[in-house]
């Protein structure tokens, strides 16, 4: 690792909390791998404070930033300028410099992308796709923009809340709202809610609806097999954890700083080693 020195830059991730984030690991890991003298730190910041943080981005010559809950909507209000899909969604998970104009702070929001990326990781394309979208929130709502602007043919909002459904069904004109019924006629169903982070929750999908050669996401990647996920490989379909989206996601961001392709297997490894019981490191 080079030491810390006078040319040392910084890279941060903003967001309240920020102590379990993977983002310091997986990026620390990259830069070193790569030998590039930048660090990467996680910042608290509290509601309200995010002019002053990307004042100070600006001030201290900081490569970029990661967001995340609560100052994604807020960033995207603060930086210069948006990638297409930060303005769909009005959020950004990543604050970039210009390439020509370093003065010039840009929002990105990579988990659709990352999404994307990861299913042609498992050989499914997007074009033509039969999707099915359970969860609105952020991510669900990432998910169903790329979806929508990779060439899905249907995508298929359900969501508890059913306002949160209609809403991210405005992300894509191939983007309705949905029932359960639709789930027989889909290519791919994605869980985008929590549900199967906690031991004991329940299914977000009853996974009797699941048809074998159906591919199924889970967003969730810790722990690796949700139950949704262990349920539809015993049915016979192809799954995918939220690793590859967290990995690509961050090789997105990875990019944007550096000019550079992320070392995804690196990353990969630092996550692993991350997630791994203290007693097996
Ligand atoms: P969020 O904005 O808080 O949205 C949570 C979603 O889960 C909403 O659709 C919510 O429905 C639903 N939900 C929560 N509890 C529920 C319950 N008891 N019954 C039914 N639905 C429930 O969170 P998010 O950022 O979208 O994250 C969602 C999941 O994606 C999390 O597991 C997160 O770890 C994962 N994620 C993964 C990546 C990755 O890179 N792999 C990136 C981002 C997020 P309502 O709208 O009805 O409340």
Same mark, same amino acid.
């Given at each position: ?33 790569? =030998? ?5 730190? $996680?910042?608290?910041? %509290?509601? &309200?404070?995010?002019? !002053? /943080?990307?004042? @100070? +981005? ?76 359970? =969860? ?5 709502? $990432?998910?169903?923009? %790329?979806? &929508?602007?990779?060439? !899905? /043919?249907?995508? @298929? +909002? ?124």
């Amino acid at each position: 690792m080079i030491p810390i020195s006078g040319r040392t830059r910084l890279c941060a991730l903003i967001g309240s909390p920020v102590a379990h984030s993977l983002s310091p690991a997986l990026h620390n890991a990259a830069f070193e791998a790569l =030998g590039l003298d930048i660090r990467y730190l $996680a910042f608290d910041i %509290a509601r &309200g404070s995010v002019d !002053a /943080a990307i004042e @100070a +981005v600006r001030t201290f010559g900081v490569v970029g930033l990661s967001v995340t809950m609560p100052h994604k909507f807020e960033v995207a209000e603060a930086v210069d300028r948006l990638t297409p899909q930060a303005v769909s969604l009005r959020s950004c998970n990543t604050v970039f410099r210009d390439a020509q104009d370093p003065s010039v702070l840009w929002g990105d929001s990579t988990d659709g992308d990352g999404f994307v990326s990861a299913l042609m990781g498992i050989g499914v394309a997007c074009a033509g796709l039969r999707a099915v979208v359970v =969860g609105a929130g952020g991510a669900g709502r $990432a998910v169903v923009e %790329a979806l &929508g602007r990779n060439g !899905a /043919a249907d995508i @298929a +909002v359900i969501n508890r809340d059913a306002n949160r459904a209609e809403s991210a069904a405005q992300l894509a004109p191939q983007a309705r709202v949905a029932t359960w019924a639709d789930i027989a006629d889909a290519g791919l169903v994605v869980n985008a809610t929590n549900l199967g982070m906690q031991p004991g929750d329940p299914f977000p999908i009853d996974p009797n609806l699941l048809q074998p050669a159906q591919v199924v996401a889970d967003l969730i990647y810790h722990p690796a097999s949700t139950p949704l996920l262990t349920a539809a490989q015993a049915r016979g379909c192809l799954t995918m954890n939220g690793l590859p989206m967290l990995l690509n996601q961050a090789a997105i961001q990875f990019r944007h700083w550096t000019g550079l392709d992320a070392p995804v297997g690196t990353m990969r490894a630092a996550v692993a080693d991350y997630l791994r019981p203290p007693t097996h490191r």
